[in-house]
């Protein structure tokens, strides 16, 4: 993977939807592993930056480390979300249907290729987008030079920014949005109450993810 040239990382996404992969024109790169934080980021940065003449171009939810390699070959600048294992890998089994030995790996895999990148991506955790979102925009801004405003009112647009994910879960999925919504809502909170334990009972047999999201997030801002 490493030693992959700027057209071979590119032949690895060319069949993602090319307004996600980061190009020549991507003002950054925002990546993280499904369920944590992703689609809420770019909604609220969407949000806040309406009436703007110049919108930000954000290479964004492929999930996988090639997006984020080509962000660096390119230099732009990247942000990596990040989120405790337990409650991502939960979430991401509802939302898919796999495995949770799967999902686990899949999150392993893919911080551990962030931890060993050099100099390691701008990293944020979810606790940081869902709680406190203006961080988040003045990371944005310093990286790339833009004046994208703060939210004067981060519960408005919060509520804002979950409707729009509701809506296009609804358009997607239809009577099956609840699942496969990042949101929270009844619906999600009653599957994840049902299996959090067995996907906390596999972790704790499986050390080395917690481990690794420890490491990672020792170094988010």
């Not at 809420?40 to 290479?59: N, P």
């Not at 390119?74 to 898919?96: K, M, N």
């Not at 003045?138 to 009112?153: F, K, Q």
Request: with cysteine; hydrophobic share 40%.
């Amino acid at each position: 993977m490493w030693g992959k040239s700027l057209a071979d990382l590119q032949d690895t996404l060319v069949k993602v939807p090319r307004n996600i992969v980061c190009a020549a024109d991507t003002d950054i790169v925002i990546e993280g592993f499904p369920r944590s934080g992703n689609t809420f980021t770019i909604d609220m940065l969407s949000i806040l930056q309406e009436g703007s003449d110049k919108r930000l171009k954000i290479a964004h939810h492929t999930h996988v480390i090639e997006n984020i390699l080509i962000g660096r070959k390119l230099d732009r600048p990247i942000i990596a979300l990040i989120r405790r294992p337990e409650d991502a890998i939960l979430s991401y089994t509802i939302f898919s249907g796999k495995s949770v030995e799967f999902s686990a790996q899949r999150y392993f895999n893919f911080y551990n290729a962030i931890l060993h990148m050099d100099p390691v991506p701008t990293i944020v955790d979810f606790s940081t987008v869902v709680g406190d979102f203006n961080k988040v925009v003045e990371l944005v801004n310093t990286a790339t030079g833009a004046s994208i405003p703060l939210s004067s009112d981060l519960k408005a647009d919060g509520v804002r920014a979950h409707a729009l994910a509701e809506g296009r879960a609804r358009g997607t999925h239809g009577d099956s949005y609840a699942l496969r919504i990042g949101a929270p809502n009844k619906d999600r909170e009653k599957v994840k109450l049902e299996r959090r334990a067995s996907i906390a009972g596999f972790l704790a047999d499986h050390t080395e993810v917690q481990d690794l999201y420890d490491r990672v997030a020792a170094q988010a801002i």
